[in-house]
C-alpha cells in the first residue's frame, strides 16, 4: 500500500502555498502520494486526514505564533485527539517570516507541541547549517533550522525574489519526510 501525505498551508495567497508546493516536489520525487490542503478547507473536511500517515503543518510566523487559520485548524482536532486518531502519525512544521529570525522558532514550536498533544511523530531537518547535501548544487538549511523548515518570505522591495536556498531546502524537507513515513 503506497505511502500518503498531506501537507496543510496557510491560505492560496500566502508564501505557505509556495513552499508547500516545493514539498510536494520533494515527496513526490520519493514515489510517495502527496496532497496539499488549504487549513481553512480542511478544517471542514478533517476526515481527508483519516487516510494520510503523514501531515506537514506550514504557517507563517505572526507575531512569534501560528497564524489564525493554522489555530483554527489546531482546535477544530480535540474530537481526533479525544479519540488518539493521530497518535503515532508522522508530524512535521514549516514557516515564514519577512525578518531572517522573526521569532520562527515559536510558531515551530507551537506546531511541535500541538503535534506532541496529538501522540504524533516529530521529524526535522537532519542538514547542518548551510550544508550541501549530495545530488544537490547549492548549499541548504541557510536559517540553520532542525525543528523544521524555516524560509524567509520574498522581500516586497526586492520585486518578491525568493531565496533558492530555502526552496531546495523544501524540497529536501518533503523528501526526508517522505523517506521517514516509508520506514513505519
Keep these: 500500500m503506497k505511502k500518503r501525505i498531506a501537507t496543510i498551508y496557510n491560505h492560496q495567497h500566502c508564501f505557505t502555498k509556495t513552499l508547500s ?74 514557516t515564514h517570516s519577512s525578518a531572517l529570525s522573526g521569532d520562527k522558532q515559536s510558531a515551530l514550536m507551537s506546531i511541535f507541541i500541538f503535534a506532541q498533544q496529538h501522540g504524533m511523530i516529530w521529524t526535522g531537518i537532519d542538514l547542518k547549517s548551510n550544508e550541501k547535501p549530495k545530488n544537490f548544487d547549492i548549499n541548504l538549511n541557510r536559517l540553520g533550522s532542525w525543528m523544521g523548515l524555516m524560509a524567509e518570505s520574498p522581500n516586497k522591495d526586492e520585486n518578491l525574489k525568493t531565496n533558492v536556498s530555502d526552496i ?9 519526510i517522505a523517506k521517514i513515513t516509508k520506514k513505519f
Design 21 to 94: 508546493d516545493y514539498i510536494h516536489i520533494g515527496i513526490q520525487s520519493e514515489n510517495v502520494e502527496s496532497e496539499t490542503y488549504e487549513a481553512e478547507f480542511i478544517c471542514e473536511n478533517l476526515q481527508l486526514l483519516d487516510k494520510v500517515d503523514s501531515i506537514i503543518f506550514g504557517t507563517p510566523t505572526y507575531f512569534g505564533n501560528v497564524s489564525t487559520s493554522i489555530k483554527k485548524l489546531m482546535d477544530s482536532t480535540v474530537h481526533i485527539w479525544d479519540n488518539k486518531k493521530w497518535n503515532n502519525k508522522i508530524a512535521a512544521g514549516f
Design 168 to 176: 531546495k531546502t523544501a524540497e529536501y524537507f518533503g523528501a526526508r
